[in-house]
């Protein structure tokens, strides 16, 4: 079950935009408003709206009405005797490629033609629901058992938020540039700090690089239980956000002397010992409140474990993270 | 050396934050136990340097100590002045 994460705006557009990255309809998805947009003090600084989104999970639903479009595969009951649902499984994150449609998938009245019908390039599986709802207005068939009248209205409230996305993003700073700026800044700041350091680059996913920063006298920069080094990605953050723009796309995280990752680590290890607790006794544990990137850690961390589940409580900056039994969530 | 790192620290930090720069100013103050920095910054530019619940200024006050800690000036405040 993965989660993903988005920012924007408002809360509306970044539930949208976890839509495009799942891949699936509003219906399909389970939210969570991580944190709601803020304008802050002297009407300021906005806080983006922060929402987290993941793949409903599957439940048996009529026939008429499967026409889920699941990111997360190897789930029982999902996509099982589809026409398409391995195909469409794969690679959903690219949300351009939503709503250019196969025109002509919605004339196919046998769904296993339509998926015989290969040739048409790697792009169909997934395209294939918006461009047959694309059609439903002209060329929906009866024997599709679907239902095409909300079908298409559905999908064309969709192309008209992905113009609007598109739109949004022209104005985003490619993530190596925002990686550039950050250690400047970091850069600037060790010389001040007296300390002469290098750092490393990594991309530790596809939307997120992390620069370690190495050096003989970090001590002062990353001081007692890694405060320091926290205020600095903190600072880096904020840095970002003013000269990135607010719309930026990613993360750049920059972690001093090495010690997030061995703090990460150790919450992991932690959570996994958490997680061992609520299986053996069957009681859910509330673990203490933490901020969004830990309790990212924890979620992750626990999506690995068989058994358990994770819920998040509360509103920043008491939000906690809940371990319970798998199935209680 | 008398909190020259804290204050170039402190400086640089809001510097880098603020829509504008030009505008930012430290003036620097002895108190009882250490020293004391007055940021001030341009119009409009307050709110980011605090930061939503204050969490910028906190990590400005934490970077700048911790510039500080070896210039054995003892406390050092963080003040915004509005």
Not at chain 2, 33 to 47: A, K, S, Y
């Amino acid at each position: 079950m993965e989660w993903v994460e988005t920012t924007a705006k408002t809360t509306a557009e970044a539930k949208e935009s976890a839509l495009d990255r799942l891949g699936v309809h509003e219906d399909d998805a389970e939210f969570e408003v991580v944190s709601e947009a803020k304008t802050g003090l002297f009407g300021r600084v906005k806080e983006d709206a922060r929402v987290r989104a993941r793949v409903r999970p599957a439940t048996p639903r009529a026939k008429d009405d499967r026409r889920r479009r699941s990111k997360g595969g190897g789930r029982g009951s999902r996509g099982q005797g589809r026409d398409n649902g391995g195909s469409r499984n794969s690679g959903n994150r690219g949300s351009g490629n939503r709503g250019q449609g196969n025109k002509g998938q919605g004339n196919k009245s046998d769904r296993n033609k339509s998926s015989g019908n290969g040739g048409s390039g790697p792009d169909k599986g997934r395209s294939q629901d918006k461009g047959r709802s694309h059609q439903d207005g002209r060329s929906h068939q009866e024997g599709q058992g679907r239902a095409g009248r909300t079908d298409s209205t559905r999908s064309t409230d969709r192309s008209k938020k992905q113009e609007r996305s598109v739109t949004d993003n022209e104005a985003t700073m490619p993530l190596p540039e925002q990686a550039d700026i950050a250690q400047e800044f970091v850069a600037g700041l060790a010389e001040r700090f007296g300390a002469s350091v290098d750092f490393v680059r990594e991309d530790v996913a596809d939307d997120e690089i992390r620069i370690t920063v190495n050096g003989d006298d970090l001590g002062r920069m990353v001081g007692r239980r890694g405060n320091t080094a926290v205020a600095i990605d903190e600072l880096v953050r904020t840095v970002l956000q003013r000269q990135a723009g607010s719309s930026r796309d990613g993360r750049v995280r920059v972690d001093i002397g090495g010690v997030r990752a061995r703090r990460t680590e150790a919450l992991a290890n932690f959570c996994r010992e958490q997680a061992a607790l609520v299986r053996e006794s069957g009681m859910a544990r509330a673990l203490e409140p933490m901020g969004g990137a830990d309790r990212k850690v924890t979620h992750d961390t626990i999506a690995d474990e068989d058994g358990v589940d994770t819920i998040s409580e509360g509103e920043d900056p008491n939000r906690r993270v809940v371990i319970v039994p798998a199935g209680d969530a | 050396m008398s909190a020259a790192a804290a204050a170039s620290v402190c400086e640089y930090v809001v510097r880098q934050i603020v829509d504008d720069p030009d505008a930012v100013a430290v003036a620097q103050s002895d108190t009882d136990g250490g020293i004391r920095l007055d940021v001030t910054v341009g119009d409009g530019d307050m709110g980011r340097v605090i930061g939503k619940r204050g969490r910028v200024a906190g990590a400005i006050r934490t970077v700048v100590r911790a510039a500080g800690v070896d210039d054995e000036i003892g406390s050092i405040e963080v003040e915004f002045v509005d």
